[in-house]
């Protein structure tokens, strides 16, 4: 195990640099934190290309037992003073491991099977309904996750986080067109179905059994006008309340888990 002591050296300076959207899309590169997270990154078994450590990790709960782990795989692993390991922590109390990881990018066309029950995000912006949209959308079986280019990104900590350790079990798909990748997916008999205040339909009242693509909008103004027109089907979900309308993630959750129970009910 190899020991920093400089904030100064290269590998600390590589981290600092992460925490840039810049540096993550140059360097193809992410960094997650924290026991529980780097030991589902190793369970999935995920190109992890360095771990730092904290010289207090082995007295944290589960320490001692990740600590192990790491030594039974071929990782450079790095130890750090913990002050110099809270410098380059995203969190406020970090557990003391810290993993860089190499991206894995998915086209579109590697992703499609049998069932199609896709989630598309339009221009998605915050880190919290980013993160627990991918972590519901893994719950309810989700074949992918398809982000437009107007979305949060994706590596972002805030959002790494919010999914807890789901970005690493559902293709994550970029799509420089969205309309063009839509158009693609209903050329397959794949329906589009859009979360959206003007639907004709409540959200309970459609046949999700065919391949299914459930897309949600941005936080302030919905869904696209391009995306909007483009879409088999307009949904609603009803309110009985004085709120003009639902948290994105909240949203999301409720259309994906009624495609979940469309498609597991006798």
Known sequence: M????SSQNQIIKEVRCLKDKKHRDAKKMFFIEGIRF?????????????????????YLNGG?????S????????????DKLFKE??????????????????????????????????????DPGNMGTIIRTADAAGATAVLISKGCVD??????LRST?????????????????????????GIKLCAAHLEGQLNYYDLNYKDNVAVIVGNEANGVSDSIREISTDLVKIPMEGGAESLNASVAAGLLMFEVMRNRVKK
């Open 38 to 58: 780097v030991q589902e990154a190793m369970e999935e078994n995920v190109n992890i290309l360095k771990i730092l450590i904290s010289e207090k990790l082995e």
């Open 88 to 125: 380059i922590s995203d969190t406020d109390n970090p557990q003391g491991i810290l993993a860089i990881i190499n991206m894995k990018e998915y086209l579109l066309y590697d992703v499609f099977d049998d069932k199609n029950f896709f989630i598309v995000l339009d221009s998605i912006q």
């Open 64 to 68: 001692k037992q990740i600590l192990k």
């Open 154 to 159: 994706v590596y972002n900590p805030k959002v």
């Open 164 to 188: 807890m350790g789901s970005i690493f079990h559902l293709p994550i798909c970029f799509c420089k067109d969205m309309v063009k990748d839509l158009q693609d997916m209903k050329n397959r």
């Open 2 to 5: 190899n020991y920093i002591s």
């Open 70 to 81: 790491i030594k039974q795989r071929d990782i450079p692993v790095f130890e750090l003073s």
